[in-house]
């Protein structure tokens, strides 16, 4: 199974990013998939999921301002993000667990200037 994510960057606060992450190896449409973050010196926390069958929730901090979004065809998963803050900076990380493992792509960047 390979993750690959895109889309991080530099944004002011206000401004929006999208981050999408192409999956490989797996039948994508069976399994939820999850977006994940990092910020220096901080544990890594779940920011959003969704289901195999399209139900999504997300952490507190995001809610109203990040959607989670998939395509089945293309096995892709999005990350909108709207009104960024300086606190969303982190790297961003798409995960998925399948076959009993937990697999994760090699995370994309996300800074957020005041």
């Known amino acids: 199974v390979q993750l690959q994510a895109s889309g991080g960057g530099l944004v002011q606060a206000g401004g929006s990013l999208r981050l999408s992450c192409a999956a490989r190896?797996?039948?994508?449409?069976?399994?939820?998939m999850n977006w994940y973050r990092q910020a220096p010196e901080k544990q890594r926390e779940l920011v959003a999921r969704?289901?195999?069958?399209?139900?999504?929730n997300y952490a507190d901090s995001v809610k109203g301002r990040f959607t989670i979004s998939r395509d089945n065809v293309k096995r892709t998963v999005a990350l909108q993000m709207n009104s960024l803050k300086p606190e969303d900076t982190a790297t961003y990380y798409c995960?998925?667990?399948?076959?009993?493992?937990?697999?994760w792509g090699q995370g994309t960047q996300v800074t957020v200037s005041s």
């Open positions: 995960n998925t667990g399948a076959y009993a493992r937990n697999f």
């Open positions: 969704i289901t195999s069958n399209g139900s999504t």
């Open positions: 190896g797996l039948n994508f449409r069976l399994y939820d």
